[in-house]
Antibody
Framework: EVQLVESGGGLVQPGGSLRLSCAAS????????MNWVRQAPGKGLEWVAN????????YYVDSVKGRFTISRDNAKNSLYLQMNSLRAEDTAVYYC?????????????WGQGTLVTVSS | EIVLTQSPATLSLSPGERATLSCRAS??????LAWYQQKPGQAPRLLIY???TRATGIPARFSGSGSGTDFTLTISSLEPEDFAVYYC??????????FGPGTKVDIK
């Protein structure tokens, strides 16, 4: 069974930075598109970014473009999200999600999430 | 950006009853629609993709239908563990992938 473990969340002031990590195991990480999806407290799901198998393609929701960077290290089976210029509206649980093999869009495996709180 | 709307917002039913959840897209998404289940304090779980294909390990009581702009998730007979929030999501026109606001199925 897919295992994804997020880390790096916490409390940060507006304008600050945070780097999230997602450690993947029990599958061949380098074969899959990977995503970050967030959920503000008491709200619905919002897709944030994705990255293809070798890192050559990256896409973002407009609200984070220029502030967030998704990356991966296939040798370490790890996914990252560098978040800069954080705003209060970025407060959410951030989930790492794995797509189905050979395509992107259907998020078939999820971590348990890491909470990011942006507040002064 | 494709906007998804879900109805009803809340569905109050008893175990054993049939649940019918609706998702409507602001423009055609063909069959590129999925359904997820989320229980309190847990991550979402993929139930249905490509409008009608059950994901691995999903019980047969869950079924999806529809194409274009109108989609339905049906739970044929609610089990106690099915009371949760259900989200639809499209991958027809991305980025971004978009989710609906969710339908909460609670116990009557």
């Amino acid at each position: 069974e897919v295992q994804l473990v997020e880390s790096g969340g916490g409390l940060v002031q507006p304008g600050g930075s945070l780097r999230l990590s997602c450690a993947a195991s029990r599958f061949t990480f380098s074969n899959y598109w990977m995503n970050w999806v967030r959920q503000a407290p008491g709200k619905g799901l919002e897709w944030v970014a994705n990255i293809n198998q070798d890192g050559s393609e990256r896409y973002y929701v407009d609200s984070v473009k220029g502030r967030f960077t998704i990356s991966r290290d296939n040798a370490k089976n790890s996914l990252y999200l560098q978040m800069n210029s954080l705003r209060a509206e970025d407060t959410a649980v951030y989930y790492c999600a794995r797509d189905q093999k050979s395509s992107t869009g259907w998020h078939a495996g999820w971590g348990q999430g890491t909470l990011v709180t942006v507040s002064s | 950006e494709i906007v998804l709307t879900q109805s009803p917002a809340t569905l109050s039913l008893s175990p054993g009853e049939r649940a019918t959840l609706s998702c409507r897209a602001s423009q055609s998404v063909s069959s590129y629609l999925a359904w997820y289940q989320q229980k309190p304090g847990q991550a979402p779980r993929l139930l249905i993709y490509d409008a009608s294909t059950r994901a691995t390990g999903i019980p047969a009581r869950f079924s999806g239908s529809g194409s274009g702009t109108d989609f339905t998730l049906t739970i044929s007979s609610l089990e106690p563990e099915d009371f949760a929030v259900y989200y639809c999501q499209q991958r027809s026109n991305w980025p971004p992938f978009t989710f609906g606001p969710g339908t909460k199925v609670d116990i009557k």
